[in-house]
């Protein structure tokens, strides 16, 4: 591949970290010279004698140092050794998500300056190949959408209330006894995991910069077995969507949300852990890709092959590659989400008596909300019925108003849960 | 992207050759100066006045290409072509699978003596992005197996089978009809081209030179509807698989054959033409990829995506990337069909009467031939017994060897067929 020696230095020796070391001994020519670590005294299942170091400057100012690796996630003090590698010429691969999602601008920004790459496959869909596909393979085409499941824990919890009918709080309960999710769930489960990664795929897909929070995020901690159980009856599996599409007069609709998916849509077999994405091109039509969207060796699978990409080119280039860049510079404009259209889940508990399901179709009516179906059928304790509309598309803020109005009726008596239908 | 106008020759004007000329014409910077057709007058769906030759030397020859786009088909005259356009120092992108299967080894070192770059992307999966993941994104993979549906006609006919309980016959003459197989379907229905596409895709993965005829091919005409209603009960779709593995020894086990796929693997749900492939790496696991296998605009958007690369390339380097040729030059040995080891179904005619399950079980176990299942349960007119046998794994040979100690027996009347099971 190459003849010199290539030195690299390691941020955070975490899970991911590990995995790096561990997949880089294959290569004599590419050279780990430190690794920065909290804690340089902590048993580490890898060898790695002699190259630990508590202060990470001594990588980001290395002269010998040309490529950094930053795996140690958050965006404190990661930003700060990022753009201090960067002032000093060398070139990023990260894993960090928050980080691009948060300051990527600037981190592009000041990477194209110093012509050095930043490269970020594992900070989304882990092992799975999506950026670089995304950049060069489908560079023919205009992308027109995007939908995926991109974050694992929250799909492996949604695979087991499905298969076990079991609840939300439960089911997370035992994925962190397993280690499948964090002692604070937060960030997975709420759905800021991905929408991170949604950020990074959107703006390459559309080229634009996204600010992290103009897009609208929604976690899963409301579903219910019971919603799990419609949905199917329905024709449909819920999943948290990450989705993004581009509109005429080029503002994005990007959001992250529970969703009906349809049971023949390639999302919807997408279980436990697994990642996917499905990117629609001008000229290629509908495209899948699917694979582990986590762990140690999938992860370093992915940085690997970003640091393999950087040493091909350092031997062959005076200037970094375009698609190792970042070169748009225009902020998107956001779809606020009550602008946005859906079809609609919606489900009610009501007093059961007569005239019911009609005064729900009426307030429907009133404001342009066109039903698809209708379910009444399982009473529930006290004599309520429980209800579930689906609706045709609709914009959301009809679809609020139609529910506020509902909601007034003296038959209703909550409205148990609304839901989005992707597709 | 670049400022410089770059000319572009392409040989056919075909349904891939048209989705080209529509999709280049986003890029201002990217010229087709001419397009070497066999008929100048045949009407045409795109605006190509002025451009057209009947004379492909115009184009190989032509000083001011620098980027040649194969989109003819077939090896003769397509190989003299390439080959010519390389030693006049022109980029190669190709769509031609049976071209590269055949003639891949000389093509591509003759570019590596040039100092071009061949690209292929369209040659497997159309629009799919597979060979630039396998070779960037996975490169610090260790590539153990892959396996896919990489022929749309065939993946199509058994769709429709499956879901109309048709005859093989009967659907083929169809899917003529609507333009999805071809009159002369044999290339097809056969599995070569799949298995054309194999070798590409195997080659790039183990890095061995592959002898096409070494490749074990199986079409899918012996398969009828009984056999996937057994399936089907089995837990198990059946598919024309295209499957590939490295064995410790390095010998290749390579091969195209219709195959029992169990309904939870992600393969056992691409139906239609769609295109999917599953492939394997150290680090990575399983990643899939699925999409549409051909068709204009896909196939286009792939070697559209090639022609940008090489833009890029140009605008930045002295050499062509590593990436974008291919170094291996080691043949590969294939393991002997007789020699792979997989799982088989095999279905019997037989009389109906005590002992016959007997006499079979007696056969396999002489030959080693462990049973994983076995169902008999329809009766055939004459009083016949149709009995499916599911065995473990087991060497090729071995099962043939228990089937014809089976055949010699008074009781057996047809081995009505014999399947292998992917996974």
Same mark, same amino acid.
């Given at each position: 591949?190459?003849?010199?020696?290539?030195?690299?230095?390691?941020?955070?020796?975490?899970?991911?970290?590990?995995?790096?070391?561990?997949?880089?001994?294959?290569?004599?020519?590419?050279?780990?010279?430190?690794?920065?670590?909290?804690?340089?005294?902590?048993?580490?299942?890898?060898?790695?004698?002699?190259?630990?170091?508590?202060?990470?400057?001594?990588?980001?100012?290395?002269?010998?140092?040309?490529?950094?690796?930053?795996?140690?996630?958050?965006?404190?003090?990661?930003?700060?050794?990022?753009?201090?590698?960067?002032?000093?010429?060398?070139?990023?691969?990260?894993?960090?998500?928050?980080?691009?999602?948060?300051?990527?601008?600037?981190?592009?920004?000041?990477?194209?300056?110093?012509?050095?790459?930043?490269?970020?496959?594992?900070?989304?869909?882990?092992?799975?190949?999506?950026?670089?596909?995304?950049?060069?393979?489908?560079?023919?085409?205009?992308?027109? +959408?995007?939908? #995926?499941?991109? /974050?694992?824990? %929250?799909? !492996?919890?949604?695979?087991?209330?499905?298969?076990?009918? &079991?609840?939300?709080?439960?089911?997370?309960?035992?994925?962190?006894?397993?280690?499948?999710?964090?002692?604070?769930?937060?960030?997975?489960?709420?759905?800021?995991?991905?929408?991170?990664?949604?950020?990074?795929?959107?703006?390459?897909?559309?080229?634009?910069?996204?600010?992290?929070?103009?897009?609208?995020?929604?976690?899963?901690?409301?579903?219910?077995?019971?919603?799990?159980?419609?949905?199917?009856?329905?024709?449909?599996?819920?999943?948290?969507?990450?989705?993004?599409?581009?509109?005429?007069?080029?503002?994005?609709?990007?959001?992250?949300?529970?969703?009906?998916?349809?049971?023949?849509?390639?999302?919807? +077999?997408?279980? #436990?852990?697994? /990642?996917?994405? %499905?990117? !629609?091109?001008?000229?290629?039509?509908?495209?899948?890709? &699917?694979?582990?969207?986590?762990?140690?060796?999938?992860?370093?699978?992915?940085?690997?092959?970003?640091?393999?990409?950087?040493?091909?080119?350092?031997?062959?280039?005076?200037?970094?590659?375009?698609?190792?860049?970042?070169?748009?510079?225009?902020?998107?404009?956001?779809?606020?989400?009550?602008?946005?259209?859906?079809?609609?889940?919606?489900?009610?508990?009501?007093?059961?008596?007569?005239?019911?399901?009609?005064?729900?179709?009426?307030?429907?009516?009133?404001?342009?909300?066109?039903?698809?179906?209708?379910?009444?059928?399982?009473?529930?304790?006290?004599?309520?019925?429980?209800?579930?509309?689906?609706?045709?598309?609709?914009?959301?803020?009809?679809?609020?108003?139609?529910?506020?109005?509902?909601?007034?009726?003296?038959?209703?008596?909550?409205?148990?849960?609304?839901?989005?239908?992707?597709?």
């Amino acid at each position: 591949m190459t003849d010199k020696i290539i030195n690299i230095g390691i941020l955070g020796l975490g899970t991911v970290g590990t995995g790096v070391v561990k997949v880089l001994k294959k290569y004599d020519c590419l050279k780990i010279k430190k690794i920065a670590v909290r804690n340089t005294n902590k048993k580490r299942d890898v060898d790695i004698e002699g190259i630990l170091t508590d202060n990470p400057f001594e990588i980001t100012n290395d002269p010998d140092i040309s490529i950094v690796v930053e795996v140690m996630g958050g965006t404190d003090p990661a930003f700060q050794l990022v753009t201090d590698a960067i002032r000093n010429g060398k070139h990023i691969v990260t894993a960090n998500k928050e980080l691009l999602a948060k300051r990527g601008p600037e981190i592009y920004e000041l990477a194209r300056e110093k012509n050095v790459a930043v490269l970020y496959e594992a900070s989304v869909g882990g092992g799975i190949p999506i950026i670089m596909p995304m950049k060069q393979s489908l560079a023919a085409n205009k992308i027109t +959408s995007m939908a #995926g499941i991109l /974050n694992g824990t %929250t799909n !492996y919890i949604l695979t087991k209330m499905e298969q076990e009918n &079991s609840e939300f709080a439960d089911v997370l309960k035992e994925a962190q006894e397993l280690g499948y999710a964090e002692p604070d769930p937060t960030s997975d489960v709420e759905g800021h995991d991905a929408a991170y990664k949604l950020s990074i795929l959107a703006s390459i897909a559309f080229g634009y910069r996204i600010n992290i929070n103009d897009i609208y995020c929604e976690g899963i901690s409301n579903i219910t077995p019971v919603d799990i159980a419609y949905a199917s009856e329905l024709g449909y599996k819920i999943k948290l969507i990450a989705m993004a599409s581009i509109k005429d007069d080029n503002k994005l609709d990007v959001r992250v949300h529970p969703a009906l998916v349809s049971k023949t849509h390639p999302l919807a +077999s997408i279980n #436990g852990v697994t /990642n996917a994405l %499905t990117v !629609y091109g001008d000229a290629v039509g509908q495209v899948n890709f &699917s694979g582990p969207g986590a762990g140690q060796m999938p992860t370093a699978s992915a940085v690997v092959g970003d640091i393999l990409a950087i040493v091909r080119e350092m031997d062959m280039t005076v200037n970094v590659l375009p698609s190792m860049k970042c070169t748009h510079k225009l902020n998107a404009t956001i779809v606020p989400i009550e602008d946005t259209v859906s079809k609609f889940y919606v489900r009610f508990n009501s007093l059961d008596q007569p005239g019911v399901i009609g005064h729900m179709g009426m307030s429907c009516g009133n404001h342009g909300v066109s039903l698809l179906g209708v379910i009444q059928k399982d009473m529930l304790l006290g004599g309520q019925a429980r209800i579930i509309l689906l609706t045709h598309e609709v914009k959301e803020s009809a679809l609020r108003a139609a529910i506020d109005e509902i909601s007034l009726h003296f038959s209703t008596k909550q409205i148990a849960n609304v839901i989005r239908v992707f597709r």
